[in-house]
């Protein structure tokens, strides 16, 4: 990443309180032929609205949003964030109540029902100190391995995650080996010694089996954090050549997970939409191909265009979004385009806000639209999960031991405990009640300027419509095969729209 530019992106924030959740009525519960909605605009956030009805389609209108339910597309994992030691840290300062509470709030599926978290193999760049779980002299055998940083409040908050969500998927990403297997001989940079593939196939083997052990499985993890940068030795990192993870992962992490009967599913690259090439590269390599679930994507750098790509070559690899804001397909590539529902259409292009707009306002309805822009764009290009960055961070993103900066998701205050929700959490909760695991993606089509739009279907049978408008306020016709209904979206607003 060049220097000036935050590889986190630009988080919005807003100092709307917990006040400000609402609770609705789910459509399942709807009378029959209404339309739950739920919006957010101006100063409304996620708030019910007067239901809507199906009527009769008059004349064709060009101005509609077409949905086709009978044209289905990928299985969702849900969305979720990253509960990086830094985020669990600041969870961990407040009071047992109130992190109770917070918890409850982040993953239970009546609030915000968070499906998906991403978790740190040893300490990531966002922690209170850097460590790893056998550092030291060199320990091949593992013989020192620990996880007991792990245990003080990360593990906990996991527990406590499950017991609000049972279903929640966890996947862990490593940033740095122990730094005595590297060349750099440290975790702050480098790169894995090729004779210590072995070693770090059993120290991450130790890693699943330990959490295995804790009551907290982990369902999916990737071979190295950011493949393709060492971040010039300033924070935990490893540099990782394709022909290096091709190795690692076909002879010997993949057979070390198969020999230990360990049902974690291995994802690659985990790094930015323009290493799409290297993707395909490794993927074509069988012995590789046979251990590898899916790919993990970052949109910092490149066009979430080349997930559709990739996934065009090898449908039967899942495409993952693991880490980034909604906005990053706005603020770093600039427009983006939809696809129509058949990968490889395109479809319109709300324009993007230039870096200093985002900085401006990220605390307006505003960017709660474009970051639900970003969303529909990464879901509509095959992506199953969005997988925001640091879930809770203090009022100067902190803890950090690395070089970048940027506000959590949540914000905790370091000294008055006072809970600030982002921008992004608002366009976040119109997803995660709109998508649950096992929804599928169906297709709408439509090119009305300035307005993003994806739809789901739900494993009991509810239907929900996401629209983004980031323009002036309007009117649009959505059209369901003979029926239509008319939806009023305010500028710079997310609706739902839920039925049966």
Request: charged share 20%; proline share 7%; with cysteine.
């Amino acid at each position: 990443m060049p220097d000036g530019i935050s590889r986190r992106g630009f988080v919005g924030l807003t100092t709307l309180g917990a006040a400000a959740l609402s609770q609705t009525v789910p459509a399942s519960a709807q009378p029959a032929g209404t339309i739950a909605v739920e919006q957010t605009a101006d100063t409304k956030r996620f708030s019910e609205e007067p239901a809507l009805k199906w009527q009769p389609a008059q004349a064709s209108s060009n101005d509609a949003i077409v949905l086709d339910p009978s044209r289905t597309y990928q299985e969702m994992l849900g969305f979720g964030g990253a509960l990086t030691d830094a985020a669990a840290y600041m969870i961990d300062q407040l009071d047992a109540p109130a992190r109770d509470h917070l918890l409850r709030e982040l993953y239970h599926p009546s609030e915000l029902g968070l499906e998906v978290t991403r978790i740190c193999v040893g300490s990531s760049d966002y922690a209170a100190s850097m460590y790893s779980y056998d550092e030291g002299d060199p320990d091949p055998d593992m013989r020192r391995f620990s996880i007991d940083h792990d245990k003080r409040y990360i593990l906990p908050q996991l527990r406590a995650a499950r017991q609000h969500n049972p279903n929640l998927f966890l996947l862990a990403s490593p940033w740095s080996p122990p730094g005595w297997m590297k060349a750099s001989g440290t975790m702050l940079g480098g790169s894995l010694k090729p004779r210590n593939f072995p070693a770090y196939a059993r120290y991450l083997v130790k890693f699943l089996q330990s959490y295995q052990a804790e009551g907290v499985p982990v369902d999916a993890i990737t071979s190295q954090n950011e493949v393709d940068t060492d971040q010039d030795g300033r924070m935990p990192a490893c540099v990782w050549a394709q022909e290096h993870e091709i190795v690692f992962v076909s002879q010997h992490f993949g057979p070390a997970l198969e020999q230990n009967k360990i049902p974690t599913k291995i994802w690659v690259l985990d790094h930015n939409f323009n290493l799409w090439g290297r993707v395909v590269n490794e993927l074509e390599n069988p012995l590789l191909s046979r251990y590898v679930d899916g790919v993990a994507w970052h949109p910092y750098v490149g066009s979430v265009t080349a997930v559709s790509r990739v996934h065009d070559l090898y449908p039967d690899k899942n495409m993952y979004w693991t880490e980034g804001d909604f906005e990053a397909t706005l603020s770093l590539v600039g427009p983006v385009t939809f696809g129509a529902g058949t990968p490889g259409e395109a479809g319109p292009e709300p324009a993007a806000a230039a870096p200093s707009e985002h900085r401006r306002d990220r605390h307006s309805s505003a960017a709660i639209a474009r970051a639900g822009v970003g969303a529909a764009n990464a879901v509509r290009n095959w992506l199953k999960c969005i997988i925001v960055w640091n879930l809770v961070l203090d009022e100067n993103g902190k803890p950090n031991i690395g070089p970048f900066n940027g506000p959590g998701f949540i914000t905790v205050d370091s000294k008055t405990k006072e809970i600030t929700r982002s921008g992004e959490y608002w366009a976040m909760k119109h997803y995660t009640h709109a998508a649950h695991r096992g929804s599928k993606r169906f297709d709408t089509e439509g090119e009305l300027k300035g307005l993003a739009h994806v739809a789901f279907v739900n494993p009991d049978g509810v239907k929900t419509l996401v629209v983004s408008n980031t323009g002036p306020a309007r009117k649009t016709q959505v059209r369901l095969g003979n029926l239509a209904t008319e939806v009023s979206l305010p500028a710079d607003s997310i609706t739902n729209l839920s039925w049966t």
